[in-house]
């Protein structure tokens, strides 16, 4: 019942951004943390940054920390991921997750829901 979809990847060049939607639904999108994380081929998957549900804190991977931005948007059950001064090494998968862990945490098993992610490939 519970289903993130992800959009907004692509192809774009070094120095480019972009900016990755995750919309939500069948869960109380407000009470729950939302995350995104990324994987490149044959590496593991990787935390990028989450929101807090209740006082909206921020959390970034220090790789994308200055560059990422994570907001959301509750009244529309979207989170979003603005990406600036894109590298090819931010070149992966994409994820859209959500939790309601009580401490945020950056391990991929303790996220209760996942999307099927979208490309993000960055040419140089």
Known sequence: QVQLVESGGGL????????LSCAASGLTFS??????????PGKE???VAAINWSNGNTYYADSVKGR?????????NTVYLQMNSLKPEDTA???CAADRSVVVNTTPKVWDYWGQ???????S
């Open 31 to 40: 009470t729950y943390r939302m995350g995104w994380f990324r994987q490149a």
């Open 68 to 76: 990422f931005t994570i907001s959301r948007d509750n009244a529309k």
């Open 93 to 95: 998968v994409y994820y």
């Open 12 to 19: 774009v060049q070094a120095g480019g951004s972009l900016r």
């Open 45 to 47: 998957r990787q935390f």
């Open 117 to 123: 992610g979208t490309q993000v490939t960055i040419s």
